[in-house]
T-cell receptor, first 113, second 118 residues
């Protein structure tokens, strides 16, 4: 799986958009970009994933650059409950459910009141 | 999303005893579950891949005789920490993904089990 690079920490004001960057310059053509987050003392929570097109769901938006070497997770209106560690992971997406996820160090996002 | 439940949420045990942690997929079947360990202020480290009806696959450096994994059904995997010692104190997390191709979704995680060995 391709390696990812994320800033170790970020702050964002409550109510503003939080933009979390991720570099994955060695990503392969068949690798997807996944985002998970982990609130303190809880298991990780799936947020969103994408291959090359921008994606949006009820939690966030994912913007992937045209060359796919980087992406940005956007939380449009950050709340205090969004304070967590956010993990960007790239991997091949298979259909058999047995592919493992490799977590890096992530970005610790703190939402400031 | 799919629900994965771990039990217990936290446990304190004496050094030398064994502790069993359960991981259940509540609304889907999972042929594969994953067990992670997380030490304070560190990221999740994969310990092993649990396969229903067969032996688990352990990551390098993880002692299979110390961390016993049993995946007896499509909805239950257990991790037993045998002869626990204080250095085994950690946050243990399981994850699972639907076995049904049509329902293949992303990995969902349990809430984690905090183990403290005294």
């Amino acid at each position: 799986d391709a390696k990812t690079t994320q800033p170790p920490s970020m702050d964002c004001a409550e109510g503003r958009a939080a933009n979390l960057p991720c570099n994955h310059s060695t990503i392969s053509g068949n690798e997807y970009v996944y985002w998970y987050r982990q609130i303190h003392s809880q298991g990780p929570q799936y947020i969103i994933h994408g291959l090359k097109n921008n994606e949006t769901n009820e939690m966030a938006s994912l913007i992937i650059t045209e060359d796919r070497k980087s992406s940005t997770l956007i939380l449009p209106h950050a709340t205090l409950r969004d304070t967590a560690v956010y993990y960007c992971i790239v991997r091949v997406r298979a259909n058999f459910g047995n592919e493992k996820l490799t977590f890096g160090t992530g970005t610790r996002l703190t939402i400031i009141p | 999303g799919a629900v994965v439940s771990q039990h217990p949420s936290w446990v304190i045990c004496k050094s030398g005893t064994s502790v069993k942690i359960e991981c259940r997929s509540l609304d889907f079947q999972a042929t594969t579950m994953f067990w992670y360990r997380q030490f304070p202020k560190q990221s999740l480290m994969l310990m092993a891949t649990s396969n229903e009806g067969s032996k688990a696959t352990y990551e390098q450096g993880v002692e299979k005789d110390k961390f016993l994994i049993n995946h007896a059904s499509l909805t239950l995997s257990t991790l037993t920490v045998t002869s626990a010692h204080p250095e085994d104190s950690s946050f243990y997390i399981c994850s699972a993904r639907a076995a049904d191709r049509a329902k293949n979704t992303e990995a969902f995680f349990g809430q984690g089990t905090r183990l403290t060995v005294v």
